[in-house]
């Protein structure tokens, strides 16, 4: 598997919740941290959220309080809950492995699309 698969998007009003789920190869989730990042239309694509293999997280000051990412090492998954999201949080949210600071290690996957809206 040379993606990424993101799953789990979708339209939610805001304050409303979401889980992203994310699933790599084994070979390189045991070795990667893994990280989620979004791309908003008409914006450069950003850093949300990142947890290590020994599941160390650090967090986007945007989403910091609000998302939780987490892995499971036994599905090689990797997850974003999302919480109190807000009108701004729309953008398609992509996941990949990680090396060095912040480099993707993968090609990019088809992301998966969240929508905040009443």
């Known amino acids: 598997q040379v993606q990424p698969v993101e799953s789990g998007g979708g339209l939610v009003q805001p304050g409303g919740s979401l889980r992203l789920s994310c699933e790599v190869s084994?070979?390189?989730?045991?070795?990667?941290?893994m990280g989620w990042y979004r791309q908003a239309p008409g914006k450069q694509p950003e850093f949300v959220a990142r947890?290590?293999?020994?599941?160390?997280?650090n967090y986007a000051d945007s989403v910091k309080g609000r998302f939780t990412i987490s892995r499971d090492n036994a599905k090689n998954t990797v997850y974003l809950q999302m919480a109190s999201l807000k009108p701004e949080d729309t953008a398609v949210y992509y996941c990949?492995?990680?090396?060095?600071?912040?480099?993707?290690?993968?090609?990019w996957g088809q992301g998966t699309q969240v929508t905040v809206s009443s």
């Open positions: 990949n492995a990680i090396r060095g600071t912040l480099t993707p290690v993968l090609s």
């Open positions: 084994r070979s390189i989730f045991i070795i990667y941290s």
């Open positions: 947890v290590t293999t020994d599941s160390t997280t």
